[in-house]
């Protein structure tokens, strides 16, 4: 039984030696990243200098190619890019919206989302049941 707690005890001084160290580690890793770290300004760059990086965009092909580089500069050990199928969508004309009621149409803002489907020539036409609250919708029976 003595030897179990003595065993026990070594075990739990050595893991909070461990769980010390590691403290002190990270510590060191937070301090330096503080002191001398390039991240804001990584993240500058990508955001003023290369702009928008939608997936498959010619944005998105700079900030690849822009990062390798840097990560070659700074001397990482291994340096290496891998081919990978991406999605490319491309926007297309710009659409309109509005709703009609009679013969008043007011215009309303939309924004078309990337790998969205295209409405088509003659649009959409659809009627339109105003809510102001989702009492209100629930009680028509459109959802639960």
Do not use: C
Not at 68 to 74: I, L, N, S, T
Not at 98 to 105: P, R, T, V
Request: a positive charge.
């Amino acid at each position: 039984m003595k030897q179990t707690i003595t065993l026990l005890f070594t075990l739990f001084i050595g893991y909070a030696q461990a769980q010390n160290a590691d403290s002190v580690t990270i510590r060191k890793i937070y301090n330096e990243a503080l002191a001398n770290g390039k991240s804001y300004e990584w993240l500058r760059h990508l955001t003023k200098q290369i702009g928008p990086r939608l997936s498959g965009s010619e944005g998105a092909q700079k900030a690849v190619d822009w990062t390798k580089q840097v990560m070659e500069k700074e001397g990482f050990d291994r340096v290496f890019l891998q081919e990978v199928m991406v999605p490319h969508w491309v926007r297309g004309a710009k659409e309109v919206a509005y709703i009609q009621n009679g013969k008043q149409k007011t215009t309303v803002p939309i924004a078309a989302l990337g790998g969205s489907v295209a409405t088509g020539p003659k649009g959409v036409e659809a009627g339109v049941i105003e809510v102001t609250s989702f009492p209100e919708l629930r009680a028509l029976g459109q959802i639960k």
